[in-house]
């Protein structure tokens, strides 16, 4: 096989296995514009995703959050009447799923105040499912790596403070 089809076929399967890697995983998405919630959800279907709420306003999107608790979040900034960091802060309060910010504004301050909320990635619109899926499945290996390394971290606590306990050490 020629090393130009063999490349191919290795990158095909590179994206295969990160196909699996989401394939199955259930989202909200939280769009205040029509027709982008309707591509978002579409696109985000075909990659094998399992849409469990689709919105377009912060508070409803809050509450189906909450209720459904995804294993991802695909949030639009700057939704009417919404405080979007708060939203994320009350969610982050229950529960921690891979939060995707999107944003049709380049703020650099919107971008620096996301990343001190932990969220998973921040991609500017619009855009198409050819770069959105690739940041999906990127977010989510993201995503895992940290939730492993504060899993690590929170059993470490722990030993710790049994340790300091059984030592007397306060």
Sequence with gaps: MPAQQETISQDREHERLDQHLIHGKRMVICEDEGLTLIQLRRAMTRAGLTIVGAV?????????????????????????????????????????????MLTGYPNPEFRAKAATLGISEYLIKPVTSDVLIPFVIQALEQFRSWSRQQTVSAGMLESLNELSGRNGCR
């Design 56 to 100: 377009t306003s912060g508070k409803n999107g809050m509450e189906v959050i909450l209720r459904e608790r995804p294993d991802i979040v695909l949030m639009d900034v700057g939704m009417p009447a919404t405080d979007d960091f708060e939203a994320i802060r009350c969610i982050r309060e229950k529960y921690h799923p891979c939060i995707i």
